[in-house]
Structures are given as C-alpha cells and as structure tokens.
C-alpha cells in the first residue's frame, strides 16, 4: 500500500528491511532496542540522500505516554519535543503531528481513506507502553482532561515548588 501511495504522489518509496531480533539478556526493552534499530536505519537512509531533516509520526498522545514513561522508568521528566537538533546540529528530528491527538489524526487517516499500517510485532500488547496507555486510560475516568493537563505539564515545569 505504501508503495502505491508513494507512487501516486510522485515520491520515490525506500524500503530497507532492519533486524528486529533482540537479546533477552541485553537488559533493554524489546521495544526500545527495535526502536533504536529503525530510528539508526533511518538516520541513514536519511544520510545517503542527503538529507538534514526527518519527519516521524508521533502524536500528543505518544508525547504523553513517554512523559510518563520517562518518569516511571527512568526517573526523569522528558518527552518527544516538536523539533530536536541532532549530530552537532547537522540534523533536526521533527514530529509535525505532535500537536494533534491520537484521535484526530485517526479521523483525518479514515477522512483520507489511509489504510490502517499493520503491525507485526509480537510483543504490541506486553509492553510498557501499553500498560501506561492503559493507565492512561484509568486516569481518564478520575479527570477527563488528564491528557491535556499532562500535555500542558511539559510546557509549564513550576520547579521553584519541585524537590
């Protein structure tokens, strides 16, 4: 389907295929080493073409569950920012939908008629990530706007009132 996209809109399609095999022992999740591996492939994909800047898809929501993620697992306060200069600023990481929810890009995705990516990981429901989405969701119940407010959090860190 990608391949077909790309070529309706005049845009050459770039396949590489990464290994996603991850050592239980290493001591880092699955996720984070699957992650790593594709974000270095596409570094340098990026690289060869001679490209400065590359375009991911996250969302607020994805912001959201990482702040929470950091905090939780890592113990600091930090996110997916909008706009990272990278490699001695000789390259900026952008996130254009960071702003829009995972419901409104959702929308737009059926508005469209975009088929819906399918996902071949063996470990989508056991991750940390989806336990916090799930947390996520409880919190929900106890404040509707729990995603706003902790989106807005990362903006506005009163650290005179912090340890």
């Not at 254009?96 to 990981?121: G, S």
């Amino acid at each position: 389907y990608v391949r077909q996209f790309c070529e309706q809109l005049g845009v050459e399609f770039i396949h590489r295929t990464i290994a996603t095999a991850v050592k239980e022992d290493s001591g880092k999740p699955v996720c984070f080493v699957c992650s790593w591996n594709r974000r270095k492939t596409l570094f340098g994909i990026a690289k060869e073409y001679g490209c400065n800047k590359l375009a991911l898809g996250h969302h607020r929501d994805d912001a959201i569950e990482s702040l929470l993620m950091s905090m939780m697992f890592n113990g600091t306060i930090a996110s997916m920012p909008p706009k990272l200069a990278m490699f001695d600023r000789t390259f900026t990481l952008i996130r254009p939908f960071i702003y829009l929810t995972d419901e409104e890009t959702t929308r737009y995705a059926a508005y469209r008629n975009f088929k819906k990516q399918k996902k071949n990981c063996p470990h989508e429901r056991a991750t940390n990530r989806h336990a916090v989405a799930e947390i996520i969701r409880q919190m929900e119940a106890l404040s509707p706007h729990v995603k706003g407010n902790l989106f807005a959090a990362m903006k506005n860190i009163q650290s005179e009132y912090l340890p």
